[in-house]
């Protein structure tokens, strides 16, 4: 795919390529398993062993439960991914990733080793195609000094604040940032570019960090923390000193 990564995890995912092993007899079984259900379009049987939400790729939306997967099964399971699974070979074609799960090939498909269903890192036409009306429809939403961008990362939303981030291109990101009762079909209060994505560790917390003059905005994902952590969080710094904190809650992503 041209465009990042379907999702953040198959990045964290693919740091840990080289120690790839053979799979395990006990996971060959559910390997075989998942295999001989796509040869059967066994939708029921394949939406019974999938890890919810099953991510999509943002404008996308995430598949929440059985019913949606059964219902959207044949827009992700087209013909080119039901071959590349149902030819392969639990053996060869299959690799234990320890604790990150197993993977077909380069990681078009992850199983956790219990055998569910935790990532399609594919697109197929359908989807790619949804994909750009999606963004289409969002890029009509917004005014027009930041109506243009390649893809939409997220929306984020504070106890004051409504911020939206988008990629450029090139890995530049942008910032965009309204008053929370403003619409983001009004133009924005403030506007970076050139943010950068870190990533932290291989547990999928990461931040977009944009600077202007002496200050930096620091957006926050946190997939891993502690019993009550936020989903987000906004810390803004004038020069190493912090001045404003906030957690966020994401709208979209």
Excluded at 182 to 208: A, C, F, R, W
Aim: proline share 4%; glycine share 6%; aromatic share 10%.
């Amino acid at each position: 795919m041209k465009n990042r990564k379907l999702f953040l995890v198959l990045l964290i995912f693919c740091n840990g390529l080289i120690h790839a092993q053979d799979v395990k007899a006990e996971y060959q079984k559910f390997v075989k398993t998942f295999i001989n259900n796509v040869k059967n379009d066994n939708k029921d049987g394949i939406g019974d062993l999938v890890s919810y939400p099953l991510k999509r790729e943002y404008p996308i939306p995430d598949i929440k439960n059985k019913a949606e997967f059964v219902k959207r099964y044949n827009e992700i399971f087209d013909s080119t991914l039901k071959n590349e699974i149902t030819k392969s070979d639990p053996v060869k074609n299959w690799s234990d990733m320890g604790w990150r799960g197993i993977m077909l090939n380069q990681g078009n498909i992850w199983l956790d080793i219990d055998g569910r269903l935790i990532a399609v890192n594919y697109q197929s036409k359908f989807e790619s195609d949804l994909k750009k009306s999606l963004i289409a429809a969002q890029i009509k939403g917004l005014d027009p000094s930041i109506a243009f961008f390649q893809t939409p990362i997220c929306i984020l939303e504070t106890s004051k604040f409504k911020i939206r981030i988008d990629n450029l291109g090139n890995n530049n990101y942008r910032y965009a940032s309204w008053s929370v009762t403003k619409e983001m079909s009004e133009k924005p209060d403030l506007v970076i570019n050139g943010g950068k994505l870190v990533v932290e560790g291989t547990g999928g917390n990461h931040q977009y960090e944009f600077k202007k003059d002496n200050y930096t905005y620091e957006c926050a994902i946190i997939v891993l923390g502690e019993k009550n952590s936020p989903p987000a969080k906004l810390t803004i710094y004038q020069g190493k000193k912090v001045i404003l904190t906030q957690n966020a809650k994401i709208v979209s992503r």
